[in-house]
């Protein structure tokens, strides 16, 4: 089973910025395309972003789009969620998944093995 450890989150004012990190352990997450998604208080997770498994494709939510970005580096088996322009409704769990074909598709069923999420909390 495949196994991410995600980190960065903390506390931030609006209009600050994060970088949270997914890595992977004992696989090889250059095989697999990685999703960001975002549950806030109370809502149902919904997809933020996602990058394929080489890094040259992308997609973004309408809400993060020109705020949030997202890479990787599979020499290191990590994913980055460079987040800027933070807002309150950012507020919430971050997690990461994968899968093992590329789409543009941010649903976050068409994902499986996800980390346990790390928490941000954007508030003055």
């Known amino acids: 089973q495949l196994q991410f450890v995600e980190s960065g989150g903390g506390l931030v004012q609006p209009g600050g910025s994060l970088r949270l990190s997914c890595a992977a352990s004992?696989?090889?997450?250059?095989?697999?395309?990685v999703g960001w998604f975002h549950q806030a208080p109370g809502k149902r997770r919904e997809g933020v972003s996602c990058i394929s498994s080489s890094g040259a494709g992308t997609n973004y939510a309408d809400s993060v789009k020109g705020r949030f970005s997202i890479s990787r580096d599979n020499a290191k088996n990590t994913v980055y969620l460079q987040m800027t322009s933070l807002k309150p409704e950012d507020t919430g769990v971050y997690s990461c998944?994968?899968?093992?074909?590329?789409?543009?598709?941010?649903?976050?069923?068409?994902?499986?093995?996800w980390g346990q999420g790390t928490q941000v909390t954007v508030s003055s």
């Open positions: 004992g696989f090889s997450l250059a095989n697999y395309a």
């Open positions: 998944a994968a899968r093992s074909f590329w789409s543009y598709d941010l649903r976050p069923n068409t994902f499986d093995s």
